[in-house]
C-alpha cells in the first residue's frame, strides 16, 4: 500500500494505491475484479467523524476489528481515496480479501488539521477581585477546524474581544490576541465601572467566524470612602477669628 501523502489535510482526498503481486513478486495481472478491503486503525475525529474510503463513510469498526468496503481491482493494482478526519498519527492496516501475505498492509499517516471553522472557550473569564481591576481569569480561545481538530498549524488568526452586554462599562487591556499553535490567550483584560454591573458579558470575534461569547460575570461597585483630605482657607488665621476648614471624602475612583 502506498499513498500520495503521509501527512494530509483532515478531511481531505488522499489517494491510497493497493498493490497485489504475484510470488514472482511481479505485479499480478490476474488479480482483477471487485475485492473486499478491511480498513482498520482510523482514530475517530473529536466531532466523532472518522472520514472516509473509496467513497464510503467510515464508522466505529474502522476504529477497532475493521470496517470491510469494496474496492476494483484491475491487473493487480487499485486506487481509492481514503479521507481521514481526525488530525495526528494513525497506522491504517489494509487487509486485501484472497491475499495472505502480508495479512495486513500498513500506513502511518498523520494528517494536518484543516483552517479554522470555530472557536470555542476553553478558559472563561472571572470577576475582577476589585473594582477598576483586570479580570482574575483571562480568556482563552481556541480554533478549531470542522471535525473539532484544534488548529495547532494557525498562528495568524486575530480574535478580538469587546464588550457584549448593554451594563454601563468599559472595556480595558489588550482587546486582541493573536493565535499560537491554535490558541489566543489574553493577558490583560478587564473593566471600570462607576457603579456595581451584573451579567456584564464579553463577544470574541475573528473574521469570519461565528461569534462567540464568554460566561458572565458581576463587576464589583467602587469602595467606600477611601481617602479623606482637609484643607483651610489660611494656615495663618489671626487669633479668635474664623477659618474654614474644607474636609473632603474620595472614593476609590478618587
Do not use: H, R
Not at 498493490?19 to 475484479?33: E, P, Q, R, W
Not at 488548529?151 to 468599559?170: E, M
Not at 462567540?212 to 482637609?230: D, H, R, Y
Not at 483651610?232 to 476648614?245: C, F, K, R, W
Amino acid at each position: 500500500a502506498s499513498a500520495d501523502t503521509l501527512t494530509p489535510t483532515a478531511g481531505a482526498n488522499n489517494e491510497v494505491t493497493l498493490t497485489v503481486k504475484n510470488s514472482l513478486s511481479s505485479t499480478d495481472t490476474d488479480f482483477s475484479g471487485a475485492v473486499n478491503v478491511t480498513i482498520s486503525g482510523v482514530v475517530a475525529a473529536p466531532n466523532g467523524s472518522y472520514g472516509s474510503f473509496n467513497g464510503i463513510d467510515l464508522d466505529a469498526s474502522s476504529a477497532g476489528t475493521g470496517q470491510t468496503i469494496s474496492v476494483t481491482f484491475t491487473d493487480g493494482v487499485a486506487a481509492a481515496n481514503l479521507v481521514l478526519n481526525k488530525a495526528g498519527a494513525q497506522t491504517i492496516g489494509f487487509s486485501i480479501a484472497g491475499v495472505a501475505t502480508p495479512e495486513t498492509n500498513t500506513l502511518s499517516i498523520t494528517p494536518t488539521a484543516g483552517t479554522a471553522a470555530s472557536m470555542t472557550v476553553t478558559t472563561n473569564i472571572t470577576a475582577p477581585a476589585t473594582n477598576g481591576g483586570q479580570f482574575a481569569q483571562q480568556p482563552v480561545i481556541t480554533l478549531k477546524d470542522t471535525y473539532g481538530n484544534i488548529c495547532t498549524n494557525d498562528n495568524t488568526t486575530v480574535v478580538t474581544a469587546s464588550k457584549k452586554d448593554a451594563g454601563s462599562w468599559t472595556l480595558t487591556g489588550t482587546a486582541t490576541a493573536t493565535a499560537s499553535a491554535g490558541v489566543a490567550t489574553f493577558t490583560n483584560l478587564g473593566a471600570t465601572n462607576a457603579a456595581a454591573v451584573n451579567n456584564a458579558l464579553l463577544a470574541f470575534d475573528a473574521g469570519s467566524l461565528t461569534q462567540i461569547n464568554s460566561s458572565t460575570v458581576n463587576l464589583p461597585a467602587p469602595a467606600g470612602a477611601q481617602t479623606a483630605t482637609a484643607s483651610a482657607d489660611t494656615l495663618t488665621p489671626t487669633a479668635g477669628a474664623n477659618n474654614e476648614v474644607t474636609l473632603t471624602v474620595k472614593n476609590s475612583l478618587s
